[in-house]
């Protein structure tokens, strides 16, 4: 069974920064893909990043590209979430998410929630303005 655990998440002024980890369990799980999605308060969850583990290709949402950054953490089989200025409506819960299916995609595949195989329990992130 694999697990994903997140950190990082917490309390930030507009304008801050935050880094979010996420590590996957199971020595044997080499997944496609791990993203990141986030869900404020009556809100559907959103697609923020994705990260193919083939060729290292990233997908974001486009009010986010350019402030946040995905990247892959090979020591530990996860991936970090770099966020940099930060705007209150970002303020929402952080979930990890990972794909078993190995291959090359767009990022309309990842921007679809029921691909995603795996989820973490989410980590909250909140701006204040």
């Known amino acids: 069974q694999v697990q994903l655990v997140e950190s990082g998440g917490g309390l930030v002024q507009a304008g801050g920064s935050l880094r979010l980890s996420c590590a996957a369990s199971g020595r044997t799980f080499k997944p496609g893909a791990m993203g990141w999605f986030r869900q404020a308060p009556g809100e559907e969850r959103e697609f923020v990043a994705a990260?193919?583990?083939?060729?290292?290709?990233?997908y974001y949402t486009d009010s986010m590209k350019g402030r946040f950054t995905i990247s892959r953490d090979n020591t530990k089989n996860g991936v970090y979430l770099q966020m940099n200025n930060l705007k209150p409506e970002d303020t929402a819960v952080y979930f990890c998410?990972?794909?078993?299916?190995?291959?090359?995609?767009?990022?309309?595949?990842?921007?679809?929630?029921?691909?995603?195989?795996?989820w973490g329990q989410g980590t909250q992130v909140t701006v204040s303005s």
């Open positions: 990260i193919n583990w083939i060729d290292i290709s990233t």
């Open positions: 998410a990972a794909d078993r299916v190995v291959g090359r995609r767009d990022l309309n595949y990842y921007t679809n929630p029921r691909i995603w195989d795996y």
